[in-house]
């Protein structure tokens, strides 16, 4: 599994935005936690397609 902390998600609606996202990049098992801005996710994913994927969105990945 890969956790990504995410700045930005505020709400449910931002959770399923940032899954969604996640998902059409081929990402399985995605659950997302906005308590802790994480998204946890299985599957081999290019780093920089998923921070550009997240930003177009109005949300940053952070190291």
Do not use: P, W, Y
Request: some cysteine.
């Amino acid at each position: 599994m890969t956790t990504l902390r995410i700045n930005g998600m505020k709400c449910q609606h931002c959770a399923a935005t940032a899954k969604k996202v996640l998902e059409e990049l081929g990402a399985s098992e995605v659950t997302i936690d906005l308590d802790k801005g994480e998204a946890r996710f299985a599957g081999s994913l290019d780093a920089a397609v998923v921070r550009r994927a997240i930003a177009a969105k109005g949300f940053t990945v952070v190291d």
